[in-house]
Nanobody, 122 residues
Framework: QVQLVESGGGLVQAGGSLRLSCAASGRTFSTSAMGWFRQTPGKEREIVGAISRDSVTYYANSVKGRFTISRDNAKNTVYLQMISLKPEDTAVYYC????????????????WGQGTQVTVSP
């Protein structure tokens, strides 16, 4: 059973930075695709970014150039570095894991974390 634990969320002013971390349990991390989604009340969950087992990355247009996803297989951890944050980035951010990159991109991940709140003040 895989467990995903996010950390690093918090309150930051617009223009600031945060780095989210997601620690994964289990032995399948290095062969899995990972990703980050976010959700605000009343809106559908949306993909932020994804990284394949070979470190190919994908970003939503809304975060491209500001967010960077990376992974450390030795630590079973995936990161989301966020800079130039905007109030519209405020959301609960979820870490996901799946066997296939396409599954992450289409929201069909096998495992989801509990989420971490990111709040960006004007």
């Amino acid at each position: 059973q895989v467990q995903l634990v996010e950390s690093g969320g918090g309150l930051v002013q617009a223009g600031g930075s945060l780095r989210l971390s997601c620690a994964a349990s289990g032995r399948t991390f290095s062969t899995s695709a990972m990703g980050w989604f976010r959700q605000t009340p009343g809106k559908e969950r949306e993909i932020v970014g994804a990284i394949s087992r070979d470190s190919v990355t994908y970003y939503a247009n809304s975060v491209k150039g500001r967010f960077t996803i990376s992974r450390d297989n030795a630590k079973n951890t995936v990161y989301l570095q966020m800079i130039s944050l905007k109030p519209e980035d405020t959301a609960v951010y979820y870490c996901v894991q799946a066997g296939q990159f396409g599954a992450v991109l289409h929201g069909r991940s096998d495992y989801w974390g509990q989420g971490t709140q990111v709040t960006v003040s004007p």
